[in-house]
């Protein structure tokens, strides 16, 4: 043959290669036999492997097949892989051909000149699919290749030398205790805990996303396609999720992004739910509660009073209330408008009580008329509650009438006893310090009564500074 320079075979004008010699008997195949076999190494024709139940080819001069450690091994401290050709290391470590792109250091797969990554190997036949075949396949993993998941129903690709898919429990895990997630393909833990590349950015300890070398949140990974948006794009969708990218709500109408694998948005019911018997209000963060019974991120100043409130980002983790009582001088502080009379009197009231709720709708369990009276603050203590008003100015503006009635919608809601202690934090003479002290000890010595039973009327009114 043109350009050939091997030897030509017994009784024959051409090389093994091209013809010569004797050939594997098996139909249809054109390879030639092996010595005094009939069949090609891929037929069984040559030494075998002597590891039981092995039918691969030994390698060389060794009697075990590459994958048992046959043949010439790479070079490399620790890997225990076979070299390539009449390289001394394994393709992992530089052994065999190299992709031809720039930069590139991965081995070229097959017969082409470039690595999987760039194009190399076989090529999944599906149209417009341009990944890799799997081995001994026409399509890749997308599109059928490759052995498939043995749980029932499931048509993904099995993971590594396991028999099922990710989800199904296969590839390697991480080893990390207790950690589900799989192992990195370059390492034994997962992302999280530190397996694969790390993002590039200093003091950033985040996985690198895809052919990216930073984290998600550095930019790294894909990116939506919308202009000027830098968000990530979701799932296999080229958008964010702002954009319309990943899952949607399956609600007819609805364009939300649907919350983990509930198929539908927050408002609709996705995701996980507040735990409080009768709420079906979304549960918050990592939390199992909803806002209003205590979900989410609490203000790490009240956190522990039974009103706590939400912490928001604006101010530092703290809620709006906290925040202008601790940090007075901060620029947020000074544009920031509160009921600063009632707020000092709840802290007054939290620093020496447990348990009195704060500016909270009253609802009743037993019927449809649930009424949304508010009280500043209140504590049901045996079967009476004990309640404190702040009343700015005395209330002189307000029509007696009014209050009258309102003290008839809250007995319909708490049909036991009831202490109102009507609190006036104006007026001239008295300092507001003295004022609290004063409340303080008009709270103890009604808890005192209640205790004893002395409260003998249904209602009564205590007015402070009146």
């Known amino acids: 043959m043109d350009g050939c320079v091997k030897s030509a075979r017994y009784n024959s004008d051409k090389c093994a290669a091209h013809g010569g010699g004797r050939r594997c008997i098996v139909d249809g195949c054109p390879k030639g036999a092996i010595d005094k076999y009939d069949t090609c190494i891929t037929h069984g024709g040559g030494k075998r492997c ?3 139940s092995c039918e691969k080819s030994a390698r060389g001069k060794t009697d075990r097949c590459k994958a048992h450690g046959g043949g010439p091994q790479c070079n490399e401290p620790g890997c225990s892989k076979g070299a390539i050709d009449k390289y001394d290391k394994c393709m992992t470590h530089g052994g065999g051909k190299r992709c031809i792109v720039a930069g590139c250091t991965k081995g070229a797969q097959g017969k082409t000149d470039r690595c999987k990554g760039h194009g190399g190997g076989s090529r999944c036949i599906e149209d417009g699919c341009e990944k890799s075949a799997r081995k001994n396949r026409d399509r890749c993993v997308a599109h059928g290749g490759g052995p498939r998941c043995i749980e029932e129903g499931c048509t993904k690709g099995a993971q590594g030398k396991t028999d099922k898919c990710i989800t199904h429990g296969g590839g390697p895990r991480c080893i990390v205790d207790d950690c589900k997630n799989i192992a990195h393909i370059t390492s034994e833990k997962c992302i999280t805990h530190g397996g694969g590349p790390r993002c590039i950015v200093e003091g950033c300890s985040k996985g690198a996303q895809g052919r990216t070398d930073k984290c998600v949140a550095h930019g790294g990974g894909r990116r939506c396609v919308v202009n000027g948006c830098q968000k990530s794009s979701r799932n296999r969708t080229d958008k964010c999720k702002a954009h319309g990218g990943g899952p949607r709500c399956v609600e007819t109408g609805c364009t939300n992004s649907a919350v983990d694998n509930s198929f539908k948005c927050i408002a609709h019911g996705g995701g996980p739910r507040c735990v409080v018997s009768g709420c079906t209000k979304s549960a918050i963060g990592k939390t199992y509660k909803c806002k209003s019974h205590g979900g989410g991120d609490r203000c790490p100043n009240c956190i522990t009073w039974i009103d706590s409130r939400s912490g928001k980002k604006h101010y530092d983790g703290y809620c709006a209330t906290c925040f202008k009582q601790l940090f007075p001088d901060d620029e947020r502080s000074k544009v920031l408008y509160l009921h600063t009379k009632e707020i000092r009197v709840r802290n007054a009231i939290n620093e020496n009580f447990e348990g009195f709720i704060h500016d909270k709708p009253l609802y009743t369990g037993h019927c449809d008329c649930t009424m949304r009276r508010r009280i500043d603050h209140r504590k049901l203590i045996d079967a009476t509650l004990l309640c404190i008003e702040t009343d700015e100015f005395a209330h002189k503006g307000y029509d007696p009438k009014d209050e009258e009635l309102r003290y008839d919608d809250l007995f319909m809601v708490h049909s036991g ?17 003295d004022k609290l002290n004063r409340l303080i ?24 500074f009146y």
């Open 441 to 464: 000890e008009e709270i103890h010595f009604q808890i005192m009564r209640i205790h004893h039973s002395e409260n003998t009327e249904l209602l009564e009114v205590i007015k402070l």
């Open 50 to 52: 002597i590891v039981s």
């Open 417 to 433: 006893k009831w202490i109102f202690i009507r609190f006036n934090p104006d007026g001239k003479g008295v300092d507001m310090v």
